[in-house]
């Protein structure tokens, strides 16, 4: 066994490695490219993990042959097994004391971090423990005290709805560069361009962003606001928001400036302030200039519900009121939200704290810095919570951004206390420990409401602790349903914490008042909010935004309004609320598509709270929806009062109700009956005197109805209660089988296996007796996001190969694997995490055997007889025979580097490959290694039919041997450039012999460009006539094979070394270099312009006059729509591009 040791020298050091938190917007290139970069890391880490665990295998001793694969099939090797599991398994572990004065030392375990607030300490394996990680779990989870250990997973900002909406032809997207950062503290910008979207046609590929202490001429760093003797809270955990302007200058004692008060802001007084005569909700609504306005007489989907907030609303009768910042017309979620005539009645809460649990915020942004009060960075502690993505500050945005100020856009409440928690970093990710101690520290220091733009779909007892916890506290919690609907479709799920009971799960809605299909649905959902909204932007700008992510601010900010207008409520009468004054979007009540409906502020703030809004529920025919997963308030009025609910079961299993009754002090409790009946018939009913009792029923897939009543016929007291409902899935047909012992016997012969994980850690094991040779391809799906499909082979007595290419809802596959007479083990599991909660959710694992192997190209044994190959196809064959020969034949139309490999031979054989021409005569061979491959040298061949003649020195029938042919057109002596966007340049340069290639007919076009190789370049261009040039100046060049023209380029000023006396020759340069060189070179004057060459250049960059010059020229464009990107490096086909165009 392989011990896990060293994960964690500083909580910094592998923090891109720690599994991580996800946002709620549309789905960011940068982001996506950040996590790939970080997965061979993660991998890596993985690798130890896997090694360590067993996972429910047999150890066995001794060496055993490995698992046979079909030939072209992956190696079973640890590396496949790192790469292919999921890179959100743990490096440590939550666990929990069910009392924190039972908490002891426990042998074999380091403890990272403690959080007493939650009684929890951050664990994992000491490095001299000599356990593997399940065993020291085991252990962990017998010790005295202990009430669980939870894999700390990985959690996200919710960012990105992969597809597009399929009927939102009339919602406005995400612009498409939104995220640019233009900030004077010189923060890095966010890119949101996707890989999948390369820049063609331009002088430039997208590539990774390069620092600027690179640059041949920079001078300056970016202010660092941390270490910024200006900033001397930058030593603290608590961070005090700088004050950055007179009037809305925050200290540790003063409160935000209310705007509706402030004596110098007179147009605040309702009697000051604008009006819009229209009757529609805002005039923002009717404003066309963003997609997503409605007109402002667009017909509903659904009428107008009568609600204790109808009153209110005819009441009033007053118009709406229309604030004075000019960009509201954009803001059309605030029209669909009814903000315009709730602002008649409030328009802020400064008496309550709002947490915002994110990226952090921008705290220097005008519209956002006078809301804001003292908050903490948890990633970088000491720090201030500056935002470095940039959802945090378009949450807080929509949120609280200042209204009524003449300045950018009005946040739904325009006056706040908001509590900025950076939890996530600059990717959006985090940990479910950094989540829970943001939430812990947000109830700590006073805040009445947290918002909650993550998620993950892993249910997790440390977090449902912690949303318990806040419930108790008087603490409401807001969160993002996701943004899943389109990519996963029927397998969405709301993602947690959205998905626990007593949070207030938001999903997003298009203009014309129907679910968002990219919106996660499900029965834990409560509200709809707009999907897409225009609200503040990192650097002091504003941009559009979309997702569930900008959903639940919208739903945090009228809860905050509504305790403003009722400062006694709790959070369950806030949610309670919230629900009874939403618009139905679909059928009347509640759905699973869009929960009780579309967020109104104004019947919220208006609204008067029902104590039953389930009412008329009294027989089984009226009876009232409740959700699966929810939390659910109504009242007995009498003793002849029943409330009936209908719940529709999705599978066999567990209904637990978690009954609450609220009585006032020293009021005897009433006996209350709770019956569950299907179809029509009583199944079982249970009486219970406690105020609080859980109540389980066994249940059967289909509709149930559940009666709520009084057990004594002469009560006359009412009674108010709470419901809180979840369901477990019964145990499969296969159970018991969680251990390879009590593996389930499954039939030789292809079939589909349907099975479920209907508790914690539950793995599924099956065995398979062979009875004859053949190839086995097993595959494995599930219908939910919250299974990742994890699929395991073990041939008995060999090792357990685990196979995890995919993520949550994703299906797994094994390639072909060659089996021989005898068992099989599979295992299939919830990847997801390793000890993973119940699921209410299916998977279906299917096992296709096909017995022995039939050479699909037979007959080919003659030369005549050759199968025509193409480039890039694979093609498989079997020696079936002594003496079989396999003939296949290429034709080129020009001349071409060509290659073979050859994958697949089983062990013990050998194959032989050999080329001919069409005339026999042998231009090369090759025969496999030790591992049953074989690739040819890159040989160039002219134009002309060629055949391929393989051979095998022994007959092997249960692997197939898989053979590829590469075929590359030879440009200008290139295999690479063909189809390129630079080709003409670069061929024009290789004629002039300006460039050469980087590798044997490579130009390697996509590869960033060195310094070396840009100096070699320009000399080779330009030519300059140097007497003697020194070459000794720099100690890095010394015998470099650039030296030479490093000299020359020196001498000539076009470019210069480091101050520490290096050239660093092999290090890329940026787009913004390459100019500079090469308008040296071109001896071009820079020239100083008042208006900015490209949006992403500052009219300050030490490069922007040479920029100005080129772009004048008409020699240099950027890589998109007016964006230059001078700090991402430079590649070798940009940089040919632009000499060419002036040599």
Do not use: C
């Amino acid at each position: 066994m392989i011990t896990i040791r060293n994960w964690f020298t500083h909580r910094q050091s592998l923090s891109d490695a720690q599994p991580r938190l996800e946002r709620l917007t549309p789905p960011g290139g940068a982001h996506r490219l950040a996590l790939a970069a970080r997965g061979g890391l993660r991998r890596a880490l993985l690798a130890l993990l896997l090694g360590s665990v067993a996972l429910g295998g047999l150890a066995v001793a001794g060496p055993v042959p490995a698992l046979s694969l079909a030939p072209g099939s992956e190696a079973p090797a640890a590396a496949h097994a790192a790469g292919a599991a999921s890179t959100e398994q743990p490096q440590s572990w939550l666990l929990r004391w069910t009392d924190p004065a039972q908490a002891h030392e426990l042998r074999g375990t380091e403890v990272l971090r403690r959080q007493p607030d939650a009684a929890v300490e951050v664990v994992r394996p000491a490095g001299d423990s000599g356990e593997d990680v399940e065993t020291w779990l085991r252990r962990l989870r017998g010790e005295p005290g202990v009430a669980y250990v939870h894999p700390n997973g990985m959690v996200h900002v919710l960012s990105g709805a992969a597809g597009a909406d399929s009927g939102a032809a009339n919602a406005a997207g995400t612009e498409g560069d939104a995220g640019t950062l233009d900030s004077k503290y010189g923060r890095a910008a966010v890119s949101k361009a996707s890989p999948s979207n390369p820049s063609a046609g331009t002088d430039d590929v997208q590539v990774s962003s390069s620092s600027k202490s690179g640059s041949l001429d920079s001078k300056s760093e970016p202010f660092n606001r941390a270490t910024s003797p200006s900033n001397p809270s930058a030593g603290t955990d608590d961070v005090q928001i700088a004050p950055s302007s007179k009037s809305g200058s925050l200290d540790s004692k003063s409160e935000p400036v209310n705007r509706a008060t402030s004596p110098s802001n007179p147009s605040a007084d309702p009697d000051n302030m604008q009006t819009d005569p229209a009757s529609s909700p805002s005039a923002a609504q009717s404003e066309q200039e963003d997609p997503t306005a409605l007109p402002s007489d667009a017909p509903s989907q659904s009428p107008a519900v009568d609600s204790p907030a109808e009153a209110g609303l005819a009441a009033v009768k007053q118009q709406a009121v229309k604030a004075n910042d000019p960009e509201l017309a954009k803001q059309t979620h605030l029209g669909l939200i009814g903000a315009a005539e709730a602002w008649k009645t409030v328009t802020g809460n400064t008496g309550i704290t709002i947490a915002l649990v994110d990226t952090g915020v921008d705290l220097d942004h005008p519209d956002l810095k006078d809301n804001l009060v003292t908050g903490v960075n948890l990633v970088e502690r000491g720090k201030p919570p500056e935002d470095d993505n940039g959802h945090g500050t378009s949450v807080a945005g929509v949120l609280a951004a200042a209204g009524n100020n003449g300045v950018g856009v009005a946040g739904v409440m325009w006056n706040a206390k908001l509590m900025p928690i950076k939890a996530l970093d600059q990717w959006g990710d985090g940990t479910e420990e950094d989540l829970g101690e943001a939430i812990l520290y947000a109830m700590k220091n006073g805040a009445k409401i947290v918002v909650l733009s993550v998620g993950l779909h892993r249910e997790s007892p440390y977090m449902e602790d912690i949303v318990n916890q806040a419930e108790k506290q008087g603490v409401l919690l807001v969160a993002a349903a996701g943004n899943d609907g389109v990519s996963l479709g029927s397998k969405a799920a709301v993602k947690y914490p959205a998905a626990y009971p007593t949070v207030l799960a938001v999903g997003g809605a298009r203009a014309d008042r129907t679910a968002d299909t990219r919106s996660n649905p499900g029965y834990e959902l409560d509200i709809m909010a707009p999907w897409h909204v225009y609200t503040t932007a990192v650097g002091g700008g504003y941009k559009k935004e979309e997702g569930t992510s900008m959903a639940a601010p919208q739903a945090a900010a009228v809860a905050a309004l509504v305790m403003e207008r009722n400062p006694s409520f709790k959070p369950y009468q806030v949610r309670e609320l919230l629900r009874q004054t939403a618009r139905d979007m679909g059928p009347a009540g509640f759905d699973s598509t869009s929960g009780y409906g579309l967020l109104q502020a104004d019947r919220a703030v208006l609204g008067t709270l029902s104590k039953d809004a389930h009412e008329p529920n009294n027989s089984s025919g009226t009876a009232s929806t409740l959700p699966l997963r929810a939390n659910l308030n109504a009242e007995l009025s009498s003793a002849k009062d029943e409330d009936w609910y209908m719940v529709d079961i999705p599978y066999d299993g567990k209904l637990m109700i978690g009954y609450e009754g609220r009585v006032a002090a020293g009021s005897p409790t009433p006996t209350v009956r709770f019956g569950y009946y299907e179809g029509g018939k009583l199944v079982r009913e249970e009486d219970t005197k406690l105020a609080g009792k859980s109540i389980e029923f066994a249940v059967n897939k289909g509709s149930g109805r559940i009666k709520v009543q009084f057990s004594n016929p002469a009560q006359t007291q009412a009674l108010s209660y709470a419901l809180t409902t979840s369901f477990t899935i019964r145990e499969d047909a296969y159970e018991p089988n969680d251990r390879i012992g009590d593996a389930y016997a499954l039939q030789p012969r292809s079939q589909t296996v349907s099975g479920n994980f209907h508790k914690q850690a539950d793995r599924d094991w099956y065995v398979v007796d062979f009875k004859q040779n053949g190839q086995l391809k097993l595959s494995l799906s599930t219908n939910t996001a919250r299974i990742d499909p994890g699929i395991s082979v073990q041939r008995e007595g060999q090792t357990l190969i685990i196979y995890d290419d995919h993520g949550e809802g994703a299906s797994e596959q094994t390639p072909v694997i060659s089996v021989t007479a005898g068992k099989y083990y599979i295992r299939v599991h919830n990847a997801i995490s390793l000890d993973a909660s119940p699921v209410a959710g299916t998977y279906s694992l299917t096992m296709d055997f096909q017995p022995a192997l039939v050479d699909p190209n037979e007959p080919n044994d003659k030369s005549y007889e050759a199968l025509l190959m193409k480039s890039g196809t694979e093609y498989v064959g079997v020696i079936d025979k002594s003496g079989d020969t396999d003939w296949f034949q290429f034709r080129l139309s020009s001349d071409s580097a060509t290659g073979l490999t050859v994958t697949g031979v089983p062990q013990g054989a050998t194959l032989k490959l050999e080329i001919f021409d069409k005339r026999m005569k042998l231009s090369g061979s090759g025969t496999t290694d030790a591992a049953g491959s074989l690739k040819t040298k890159d040989q160039v061949l002219e134009t002309g039919v060629y055949y391929v003649k393989i051979t095998a020195d022994r007959v092997f029938q249960n692997n197939y041997y898989r053979v590829k042919l590469s075929i590359d057109e030879l440009v200008a002596g290139f295999r690479d450039i063909s189809g390129h966007w630079a080709k003409d340049a670069i061929v024009s340069l290789k004629g002039k012999g300006i460039v050469n290639g980087s590798a044997p007919y490579r130009f390697e076009p996509d590869r960033s460009v060195t310094r070396a190789e840009a100096v070699t370049m320009i000399i080779k261009a330009y030519k300059p006539i140097v007497a003697a040039p020194s070459t000794g100046m720099f100690k890095d060049v010394g015998s470099h094979w650039a030296q030479d023209s490093i000299a020359k380029a020196v001498a000539k000023g076009w470019v210069k070394g480091y101050p520490d006396g290096t050239f660093k020759p092999d290090e890329p340069i940026t787009r913004a270099e390459m100019a500079i060189i090469i308008g040296n070179a071109e001896g071009l004057k820079p020239r100083i312009q008042t208006t900015r060459p490209f949006n992403d250049v500052a009219l300050y960059d030490w490069y922007t006059p040479m920029l100005s010059a080129m772009k004048q020229d008409g020699k240099l464009s950027g890589v998109e729509a007016n964006l230059f990107k001078p700090n991402d490096t430079a590649s070798r086909a940009a940089f040919a591009t632009l000499l060419y165009r002036y040599v």
